[in-house]
């Protein structure tokens, strides 16, 4: 894919293909950037998305622009994530009530809901609310928990000691004060798996972005790839490889980053008691 960015147009399409471009084979061996610099053309002010590629042909690709969307709606999602699944988590693993383990299981069994079963309810339903053509679908739900992060975070929070609560308790500590300042802080490991794996859901979702965005000023990384790809046979596939290199660089970078907190909690959530 990366040796793909430095080739021209017509390399790609040699049979048999080449490893490497034919300008690192020349001497002095050179590189060619410019399907790197193409992907900063500005879109601002485009036109709609399903009409530009019949009107003006293959589409420029603005990574700054895209990579800002996808940012705006991965802060939103992810603050709303991290907040709603933990307070969640937190009831069902620790606050006896009535009907807790019932709630918990109807939770759970909300996993076996396939996605395109809710797409036309959720859309509609955006709809109604004016949403359709805003970011607000792809980071709202987020602020209303999901039942695997929810499961996730209860397995980790039942292997943290009851003791620690009730000695905080019985020092004067709320049942909020346990949560924010006893739970959470030992909580990191997990909090930190949910964390990444919301990351490269948010980064990689093509299907909600393609739903509810309307304007190519809106559209994020995953869709700028599938927009790049003209239905013309004319696709700048130097160009294409170069874009989902950088697309993928900044997900491979926050893994090696956070792989040791990573591997910590996943073998430590699956821990009851």
Known sequence: MVSATFKTPQELKQVPPTLLPDSLRRSPPTLDFGAYGRLFQSVSG????????????????????????????????????????????????RIPFRGRGALFALCLATMMI???????????????????????????????????????????????????????????????????????????????????FHCLAVWNDLVGPLIYLTHQDQFTLALGLQFLQSKAGDTPWNQLMAAATLVVLPVLVLFLLAQRTFVRGIATTGIKG
């Open 114 to 196: 396939p996605f395109p079963v809710i797409m036309v309810p959720s859309y509609i339903l955006f709809k109604h609310l004016g949403w359709i053509g805003t970011l607000a679908p792809l980071w709202v739900p987020a602020w209303f928990g999901s039942a695997f992060n929810i499961f996730l975070l209860r397995q980790f929070f039942l292997g943290i000691p009851k003791e620690l609560e009730e000695s905080a308790m019985l020092d004067g500590c709320s049942r909020w004060g346990c949560f924010w300042r006893i739970m959470l802080p030992l909580s990191r490991p997990a909090l930190a798996v949910v964390a990444l």
């Open 46 to 93: 485009a036109v709609d998305g399903r009409e530009r590629e019949q009107a003006l042909g293959p589409p420029a690709f603005d990574y700054p622009l895209y990579a800002r969307n996808t940012l705006i709606i991965l802060v939103l999602s992810l603050a709303g994530v991290l907040v709603s699944n933990a307070i969640a988590a937190y009831g069902f693993a």
